[in-house]
């Protein structure tokens, strides 16, 4: 994965991914791989959006306050 991919870079990327799978379009020499790499895409996507979280919910508390 690049440095620096933003959420929507790893999302289409992963969508590509998919789409590519449903479409049989991956050889089987290539599956693993792509899987691997799919992996590793929602990885980082849960931790963008954890870290997403945990910031707004200290936004919000600090608001309260």
């Known amino acids: 994965m690049a440095k620096k991919e933003t959420y929507g870079q790893a999302v289409e990327k992963l969508e590509k ?4 799978l449903e479409n049989n379009e991956i050889d089987i020499d290539e599956l693993a791989e792509k899987l691997r790499e799919a992996q590793t895409l929602m990885a980082f996507c849960r931790e963008k959006l954890a870290n997403a979280d945990k910031e707004i919910e200290k936004i919000l508390a600090d608001k309260e306050k």
């Not at 991914?17 to 590519?20: C, Q, R, T, Y």
């Open 17 to 20: 991914i998919v789409a590519s």
